[in-house]
T-cell receptor
Framework: DAGVTQSPTHLIKTRGQQVTLRCSPK?????VSWYQQALGQGPQFIFQ???????QRGNFPDRFSGHQFPNYSSELNVNALLLGDSALYLC?????????????FGPGTRLTVL | SQQGEEDPQALSIQEGENATMNCSYK?????LQWYRQNSGRGLVHLIL?????REKHSGRLRVTLDTSKKSSSLLITASRAADTASYFC???????????FGKGTLLTVNP
């Protein structure tokens, strides 16, 4: 049973560029959440997707957008990259009915913005 | 903004000793969870305690929750070098779908 997978593992971009990160949830899960973790900090909630719609959003600008596909996989898009967007981006999957219970995290995508 | 605050920020102990980490939070919660993170990788769920529970055990882990003080503690008994990691508490609230994490405690277990 595959867990949560994310791609790519690492990514280097320059300021102003756009990036797309991908996530496949754990088998049987229908809800995907995205978190940003800056160095030395705890993860910060970006948004959560359920039934292909954004169900809740954290305190992040509109440059951060996402999508969920019919197979429950998800993408995180960040436009007009800033140096401060450099972070580990974590995807977590869960069941909709228990989305504030255990969330299963992927290994993350390390984004470096130069 | 982060709801939880872990204490201490860093903890260094010898193998075989017990490690205790604390977490304080600000608002009412449905549950509190502890996660482990090795070297900047993904988070691994350790244990969840609900707001109506006071103590929970899982293997070498013991978690307590005091909702009157808005605090929780994680005890790892008989620590091993493999327990070296960052530990985060995260809170879940009823109508709120997100988990809110603290800044974490970096635990180093020396062999």
């Amino acid at each position: 049973d595959a867990g949560v997978t994310q791609s790519p593992t690492h990514l280097i971009k320059t300021r102003g560029q756009q990036v797309t990160l991908r996530c496949s949830p754990k088998s049987g899960h229908d809800t995907v959440s995205w978190y940003q973790q800056a160095l030395g900090q705890g993860p910060q909630f970006i948004f959560q997707y359920y039934e292909e719609e954004e169900r809740q959003r954290g305190n992040f600008p509109d440059r951060f957008s996402g999508h969920q596909f019919p197979n429950y996989s998800s993408e995180l898009n960040v436009n007009a990259l800033l140096l401060g967007d450099s972070a580990l981006y974590l995807c977590a999957s869960s069941l909709s009915k228990t989305s504030t219970d255990t969330q299963y995290f992927g290994p993350g995508t390390r984004l470096t913005v130069l | 903004s982060q709801q939880g605050e872990e204490d201490p920020q860093a903890l260094s102990i010898q193998e075989g000793e017990n490690a205790t980490m604390n977490c304080s939070y600000k608002t009412s919660i449905n549950n509190l969870q502890w996660y482990r993170q090795n070297s900047g990788r993904g988070l691994v769920h350790l244990i969840l305690i609900r707001s109506n529970e006071r103590e929970k055990h899982s293997g070498r882990l013991r978690v307590t929750l005091d909702t009157s003080k808005k605090s929780s503690s994680l005890l790892i008994t008989a620590s091993r070098a493999a327990d070296t990691a960052s530990y985060f508490c995260a809170t879940g609230r009823g109508s709120n779908y997100k988990l809110t994490f603290g800044k974490g405690t970096l635990l180093t277990v020396n062999p």
